[in-house]
């Protein structure tokens, strides 16, 4: 195992910057995670990892070395790819051994380290088969195979799900998280899969536009995301957001008033606020009260935070839960709404829901959280 540090790494492809000032520190056996939209930076800051592209500026250590210039070959590192990247006309045990030939490592060690990746993996029975004569599960197994037989320190991952279907997605998944745990070794893994990034990483990097928006922990940045962009990426479906302006700083918070007049007062810090500042009140999906038609119907008095009634305009019925669509005219917002059970409602009905203050996030004009 080993560290990884970038200290304001940068990355231009000729005139265009697309990494710029990257500083982060990934720990001896942590397994990390890139996130971000597509062209945001993730593949090419892996790849600087991995030495298969230049730095333009800044500096890359692994296990405290200074690797800017030294050959992929010889930075303790392995990468599995989308594509697998195996040679066809190789079976797989010449595929995972292959570089080691190469290397002119002993037989006995290179049968003994193909012993290890095979159990591990429980490829042992598919040994002399070709790539084509397994399914992309199995095949993305061997690409993992072939970077274990190397013993890296750091073992590196883009996409490497992406060509799988759904079912197999999860289980290799499980897979490659046991294989952490088992190994304890350092992981980066890109990912555009946010569930992926939330049930394997220890701590996600949140990429927007080749600058790091935020890095913390999975519950860290459901829960505290520091600014609008990661509060709308992390999370499916993605949080609401509903314009507002501040109308009081008090003890309790800040006072926020929505589009129909109605306010909310949503428990944060407010130094940097200042009254009649445009703000935005964020709340996700899951924190929208839906309970509150039985509670109103059975005459109990909802005392906190916002009911409000709207058309439903899209339903999507899961099964475990409905995902309910509604046009919150009276606040010029489309909410997007969880109810986590099969809802009896239908499209053009109006439904009504709260807002609880204190599931509510606010942002300030230029995006940061308060
Ligand atoms: P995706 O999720 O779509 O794979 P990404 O977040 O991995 O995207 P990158 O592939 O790292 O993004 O690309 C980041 C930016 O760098 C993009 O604007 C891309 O067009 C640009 N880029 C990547 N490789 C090159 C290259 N070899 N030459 C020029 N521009 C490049």
Redesign the pocket.
């Known amino acids: 195992m080993a560290n990884v540090v970038l200290k304001k790494v940068t990355k231009a ?2 005139n ?1 910057v ?1 990494q710029k000032d990257i500083d982060l520190e990934i720990i001896d056996g942590e397994f990390i995670a890139f996130v ?10 892996l ?1 600087m990892i991995a030495g298969l592209e230049d730095i333009t500026s800044g500096d890359l250590y692994i296990d405290n070395r200074r690797v800017n210039d030294i050959p992929p070959s010889e930075r303790s590192i392995s990468m599995v790819f989308q594509s697998y990247a195996l040679y066809p006309h190789l079976n797989l045990k010449d595929n995972m051994t292959f570089g080691l030939r190469l290397k002119k490592t002993d037989p006995k060690e290179i049968e003994e380290r193909l012993d290890y990746a095979t159990s591990i993996l429980q490829l042992g029975s598919q040994l002399e088969k070709k790539p084509k004569e397994l399914s992309g599960g199995q095949q993305q197994r061997v690409a993992i195979g072939r970077t274990l037989v190397n013993r890296p320190k750091v073992l590196l991952f883009d ?1 490497p799900l992406s060509n799988l279907d759904a079912s197999l997605r999860v289980q290799m998944r499980i897979e490659i998280s046991k294989l952490h745990k088992r190994l304890n070794s350092t992981m980066v893994y ?1 990912t ?1 899969d946010q569930v992926e990034a939330m049930t394997m990483a220890d701590r996600i990097v949140v ?1 927007e536009g ?1 600058r790091i928006a935020q890095v913390g922990t999975p519950l860290e940045l459901y829960h505290y995301p520091e600014n609008r962009f990661v509060a709308g990426f992390i999370g499916s479906p993605k949080m609401n957001f509903i314009n507002a302006k501040v109308v009081e700083l008090n003890n309790e918070g800040v006072k926020v008033q929505l589009p129909n007049g109605s306010a909310l007062t949503v428990q944060v810090e407010h130094d940097s606020l200042t009254v009649g500042d445009s703000v935005s009140v964020g709340i996700r999906p899951e924190h929208i009260d839906t309970s509150v038609s039985e509670q109103c119907n059975s005459g109990e008095p909802v005392t906190e935070g916002l009911t409000l009634s709207s058309e439903i305009q899209v339903l999507e019925q899961l099964g475990h839960e409905t995902q309910i669509y509604v046009e919150a005219t009276c606040i010029e917002s489309d909410l997007i709404i969880r109810y986590f059970d099969v809802a009896d409602v239908a499209l053009g009905q109006q439904f009504k829901f709260r807002l609880p203050e204190y599931r509510c996030h606010l942002f300030k004009k230029d995006g940061t959280a308060c």
Do not use: D, I, M
Request: glycine fraction near 24%.
């Open positions: 492809f000729g265009v697309v971000g939209p597509s062209g945001c930076g993730k593949t090419t800051l790849r996409e890109v555009h990429l080749g």
